[in-house]
């Protein structure tokens, strides 16, 4: 069996299947926030949420930096271009194959209305 591999792809989609990761991500688009205030924010402990963004930055999606005892965590620079790259190509497959459907849905209608007239 061939298996597609692509490392960070993999990586991004796995970080993004978790809700409270991609609720990391649009909170931190709105500014960079320490991993406490995000854990307030998320209802959840230091632990948990420490947890989350290691996914995150190893994903690349996450950045953090340590100043004195406070880990500020911010949105990382390599953005999500190659996985909506992969989505569109993915979304068009789709649209061309429902597109196709249509037409053998109008096409059998057609027949059916056809056959009923004469």
């Known amino acids: 069996m061939v298996q597609y591999v692509s490392p960070p792809l993999d990586l ?3 970080a993004l299947s978790d809700a409270t990761r991609r609720g990391i991500i649009d909170q931190l ?3 960079d926030a320490s991993i406490t205030s995000l854990a307030d924010k998320f209802q959840m402990t230091l632990t948990g949420m420490k947890k989350h963004i290691q996914v995150l930055e ?7 930096q340590k100043v004195g ?4 965590c911010k949105l990382g620079k390599r953005g999500l271009k ?3 790259e992969w989505i569109e190509a ?11 459907l249509d ?5 059998m209608k057609k027949e059916g209305s056809d056959e009923s007239a004469s």
């Open 103 to 107: 037409e053998i849905i109008s096409e």
């Open 12 to 14: 991004s989609f796995a």
């Open 90 to 100: 993915h979304r068009k497959l789709f649209e061309a194959r429902f597109e196709a």
């Open 82 to 84: 190659a996985e909506a």
């Open 69 to 72: 005892r406070v880990r500020t």
């Open 58 to 64: 190893r994903a690349g999606l996450v950045v953090t």
């Open 29 to 31: 688009g709105q500014g």
